[in-house]
């Protein structure tokens, strides 16, 4: 059983930066694939970005928004970049033990709570 426990959210104006924590336990990260989503009240959890054999984003986070590991620390983390009110969400961590397909919510095997971010204009 792998346990995933988000930090890091918060309020920033528009155009400010976020860095949120995924700490894992139970597995090393460097056996999981890791993923981001996020969700806003009403909607469908949407994919952010992942890692596995290689690093995917959405089109809507590309360049401002980036993954990485650290295993040693057995924490994932998602440095957010130039932030825009469409950014507000909640933001959870996520983890799958196979297969290739990053981008499904429908993939992933184990959640954090998540946690929330919202960008003022």
């Known amino acids: 059983q792998v346990q995933l426990v988000e930090s890091g959210g918060g309020l920033v104006q528009a155009g400010g930066s976020l860095r949120l924590s995924c700490a894992a336990s139970g597995r090393t990260i460097s056996s999981l694939s890791m993923g981001w989503f996020r969700q806003v009240a009403g909607k469908e959890r949407e994919f952010v970005v992942a890692?596995?054999?290689?690093?995917y984003d959405a089109d809507s986070v590309k360049g401002r928004f980036t993954i990485s590991r650290d295993n040693a620390k057995n924490t994932v983390y998602l440095q957010m970049n130039r932030l825009k009110p469409e950014d507000t969400a909640v933001y959870y961590c996520?983890?799958?033990?196979?297969?290739?397909?990053?981008?499904?919510?429908?993939?992933?095997?184990?959640w954090g709570q998540g946690t929330q971010v919202t960008v003022s204009s």
């Open positions: 996520a983890a799958k033990t196979s297969g290739s397909n990053y981008r499904s919510s429908h993939d992933y095997d184990y």
């Open positions: 890692t596995g054999d290689w690093i």
